[in-house]
C-alpha cells in the first residue's frame, strides 16, 4: 500500500534495528499517521489487545513478531521454555476470535522447540514470523487476482458502468500484512481500468470503514462514498449496490462466516434484494477444526466504553466525547456469525469457492 506516494507495509522490522519491530498505529488513522516502535512481548500483546493494530492477518502477524521479541527478551534467562509459553499464553488472551492469532502463535512454538540453541531459537522465530507475514500479504495479493474477475463480469453485464460494491469494517491492507482481502479484489479492479465506487459503511462502534477503509481507499484513488451502517439494505433495495464483499477472522471448514458485528445483517438484507455477498479471505482465516460457526465460535465482547464515546479531530486534536447517558450501561459485541446459506461464495488465494465444507475443500484438498 502506498502512503503519500511511498510504500508500507503494516508490520515490519526496523531497518538496522532488528531487534525492534514497527507497526502502524492505527489509533491515530485518519487524521495522523503514527508509527510505533515495539520492543517487548508485552508491548505487542498491548498493541493487539488496545487495537494499535487489528485485523485477522494482521493480528497473526503481529503475534508472530511477539513471540519474536519474547524470544529475544528471554535469551538470558534461565527459565527459557517457561517464557515462552508464558509470552504465548499472553498473547493468546489478547484477541480470541480471529484464528490466525493462535495459529501463528502455534507456529512460532513448533518452530522454536525444534531449534537446538538459544540463538537458533531466536532466528527460527525471526524466520518463522517474517513467513508469516510474506504469506499473508502472498496471499491477498493472488485473493485480489481471484476477485477480479468477478467483478470484470459485472462490469461487463453493465455494459462498462460503473460497478458498486458495498464493504463492512476494514478488510483492507491495514487488516493484514498488504493488499487487503475484501479492498484486494477493488485496488485490482481499479488499476485494470474497471470502473468501480466503493460504499463504505462506518462501522460502529470504532468506525474502521469510516476511519481506516475510507482513507485507504482515498490513499488509492478508488472513488467511494462514507455512509452510516444502517444505510446499506437502503442502497440494495433501490439497486445501488451490484456486489458486497467482506472479509471475515474466522470461517468454519462449513462455510459459515465470523467477521465485525453487523456482517450477517448486511448479509441477510443482500440475501433479500438478490445481491451477490462474497467474503474473501486467506485460508489462514480458515478454522478446520470447527463446524458449527454460531455455536462454537468465540465471539470477543469489548469494553462498552467503545460504544459510549466516540473518537474524531476537533480543532486540530484528536478527541474522545460520550455520546450516552453517563449511567447507561452498554454492550460491546465485537463480531457475529454469517451462516453459510447466506454467503454466495468465498474467494481464496487459490480461486473463487461455495461457502460449503464441499466447496471449501474442493480448493484445500490436503485437509479432507
Not at 120 to 133: C, E
Not at 231 to 246: A, C, K, P, R, S
Not at 299 to 317: F, M, Y
Not at 342 to 351: A, D
Request: aromatic letters at 6%.
Amino acid at each position: 500500500m502506498n502512503v503519500n506516494g511511498k510504500h508500507f507495509r503494516t508490520i515490519w522490522v526496523k531497518e538496522a534495528d532488528n531487534e525492534c519491530i514497527q507497526i502502524i498505529d492505527q489509533r491515530s488513522l485518519p487524521h495522523n499517521f503514527v508509527i510505533e516502535d515495539i520492543r517487548t512481548v508485552q508491548q505487542m500483546a498491548t498493541a493487539i489487545k488496545d487495537m494499535h493494530v487489528r485485523g485477522a492477518g494482521l493480528i497473526g502477524a503481529a503475534a508472530a513478531y511477539g513471540m519474536y521479541l519474547a524470544a529475544l527478551q528471554s535469551a538470558n534467562s534461565n527459565s527459557f521454555d517457561d517464557d515462552i509459553q508464558n509470552a504465548a499464553n499472553n498473547l493468546l488472551a489478547t484477541r480470541p476470535t480471529a484464528v490466525n492469532l493462535s495459529r501463528a502463535v502455534e507456529k512460532q512454538i513448533k518452530a522454536i522447540n525444534k531449534a537446538q540453541d538459544i540463538y537458533q531459537k531466536i532466528q527460527a522465530s525471526l524466520r518463522t514470523a517474517q513467513d508469516i507475514s510474506n504469506e499473508d500479504a502472498k496471499f491477498c495479493k493472488e485473493i485480489g487476482f481471484n476477485g477480479l474477475d468477478l467483478i470484470k463480469e459485472i462490469s461487463y453485464k453493465k455494459e462498462g458502468q460503473t460497478v458498486n460494491i458495498l464493504t463492512h469494517c476494514n478488510a483492507g491492507w491495514l487488516a493484514f500484512v498488504d493488499y487487503g482481502s475484501a479492498t484486494a479484489p477493488i485496488y485490482a479492479a481499479f488499476d485494470a481500468g474497471v470502473d468501480v465506487h466503493v460504499w463504505v459503511d462506518e462501522t460502529r462502534p470504532r468506525n474502521q470503514g469510516a476511519r481506516l477503509t475510507a482513507w485507504e481507499l482515498l490513499q488509492h484513488g478508488v472513488p467511494h462514498t462514507v455512509i452510516t451502517d444502517n444505510v446499506g439494505g437502503h442502497l440494495m433495495q433501490h439497486n445501488m449496490v451490484d456486489l458486497v464483499l467482506t472479509g471475515t477472522d474466522r470461517t468454519t471448514y462449513t462455510g459459515d462466516v465470523c467477521n465485525k458485528i453487523g456482517t450477517y445483517l448486511k448479509a441477510l438484507a443482500a440475501k433479500d434484494n438478490d445481491v451477490p455477498f462474497y467474503v474473501a479471505l486467506p485460508s489462514s482465516s480458515i478454522d478446520w477444526d470447527i463446524e458449527n460457526g454460531i455455536q462454537e465460535i468465540p465471539i470477543e465482547e469489548r469494553d462498552a466504553t467503545e460504544v459510549q464515546h466516540i473518537q474524531g479531530l476537533l480543532k486540530g486534536e484528536i478527541k474522545n466525547v460520550q455520546l450516552t447517558p453517563e449511567k447507561s450501561p452498554a454492550a460491546n459485541y465485537a463480531f457475529d456469525v454469517t451462516p453459510a446459506n447466506l454467503v454466495t461464495g468465498l474467494i481464496t488465494e487459490r480461486g473463487i469457492c461455495e461457502a460449503s465444507e464441499k466447496g471449501i475443500k474442493s480448493l484445500f484438498p490436503k485437509q479432507s
